[in-house]
């Protein structure tokens, strides 16, 4: 059973309310989902965004908060898509207790403290990475275009400061390509997908980590949002 949240609570674009009903990891519903308290149903009318089942965030008292992300089809939402792995969203902790506040509007979900992080790839490093795209990501972008002669890059990205959406471990064959890549001696290399108030989806940057510690910003990347 759904029971909607205060209409000047909830994004305008997203529907957004407590589940309490359960959530199978089957069509058959057959295998229940094991989920805590204080779960959300969020659902956007926006083009690229998913509907899904998402926990609370809760840090344990660690310097980590942690949430769950279960995409479900709109028109059975408690049902897991099964063709679709369960996400998890990290943030740091506030104080190595309290847990930032999470976002549910289509341009700003999860919120500015929360990404999607895989599971290959450290923490340490995410955050790492995380703030190396959020310094100079809108710089290197424009940059980039400016050496491309890539039409229209920068007004697709806009002016506003780029917000890291996932982290994963990139394909070693996407970072060697580059030229600099192969130059700098590079350890290891992550792709971080980014957004703004312009975008949602569909652009990433290779983030690579050089011999040094250093996080350097290497190349951006087309993908389907």
């Not at 070693?172 to 992550?190: D, M, V």
Request: positive net charge; charged residues 25%.
């Amino acid at each position: 059973m759904f029971t909607a949240m205060p209409i000047d609570t909830a994004p305008v674009e997203c529907e957004v309310r407590p589940f309490s009903a359960a959530l199978y990891a089957d069509v058959a519903k057959k295998s229940k989902v094991n989920l805590p308290p204080n779960v959300t149903y969020r659902k956007c009318n926006v083009p690229g965004e998913r509907s899904a089942v998402v926990t609370m965030p809760a840090s344990g008292g660690t310097e980590a908060c942690v949430f769950y992300e279960f995409t479900v089809d709109p028109a059975v939402p408690d049902v897991q898509k099964p063709k679709e792995k369960m996400r998890t969203g990290v943030a740091r902790s506030i104080g190595g207790k309290q847990c930032p506040k999470m976002e549910y509007g289509a341009r700003t979900y999860p919120g500015r403290d929360y990404f999607f992080l895989s599971d290959n790839v450290p923490l340490v490093n995410a955050h790492r990475v995380k703030e190396a795209v959020e310094k100079g990501g809108l710089a290197f972008l424009k940059s980039a275009q400016a050496q491309s002669k890539e039409q229209g890059l920068a007004t697709r990205v806009g002016q506003a400061p780029l917000r890291v959406a996932a982290i994963d471990a990139a394909k070693e064959s996407q970072c060697r390509a580059k030229a600099s890549f192969l130059q700098g001696r590079y350890s290891a290399c992550y792709r971080a997908e980014v957004y703004n108030e312009a975008i949602r989806g569909g652009l990433a940057i290779h983030v690579a980590l050089n011999k040094k510690g250093d996080y350097v910003l290497i190349d951006h990347v087309y993908a389907k949002p």
